[in-house]
């Protein structure tokens, strides 16, 4: 059964920094792309970030510059590294696994098959 779980997640001020991680586990798990989204209080599921297999990235424009998502295949792991992080960054954050769709679609939740439980970010001003 293929698992996500995140971590990394805390209450930090405006202009300072987390790693997010998100740990994939799962007999034969291969992704197509990982995904990162938030979610806020009152708010739809916003996409973030996503990497490919290949190391392809993508990010929203509101993060563009301040965030950075890598993987570890080793480690079976992604990352997003948050630089900058503004109040308006305060959600939930969730990773998700697509592995069979395709990835220019990486906007789009449901084209994740698998999501982890979510960490929190909260950054005060």
């Known amino acids: 059964q293929v698992q996500l779980v995140e971590s990394g997640g805390g209450s930090v001020q405006a202009g300072g920094s987390l790693r997010l991680s998100c740990a994939t586990s799962g007999d034969g798990f291969v992704y197509m792309c990982m995904g990162w989204f938030r979610q806020a209080p009152g708010k739809g599921r916003e996409p973030v970030a996503s990497?490919?297999?290949?190391?392809?990235?993508s990010y929203a424009d509101s993060v563009k510059g301040r965030f950075t998502i890598s993987q570890d295949n080793a480690k079976n792991a992604v990352y997003l590294q948050m630089n900058g992080l503004k109040p308006e960054d305060t959600a939930m954050y969730y990773c998700a696994a697509n592995i069979h769709g395709f990835c220019g679609n990486w906007r789009d939740p449901p084209e994740y098959s698998y999501w982890g439980q979510g960490t929190q970010v909260t950054v005060s001003s």
């Open positions: 990497i490919t297999s290949g190391g392809g990235t």
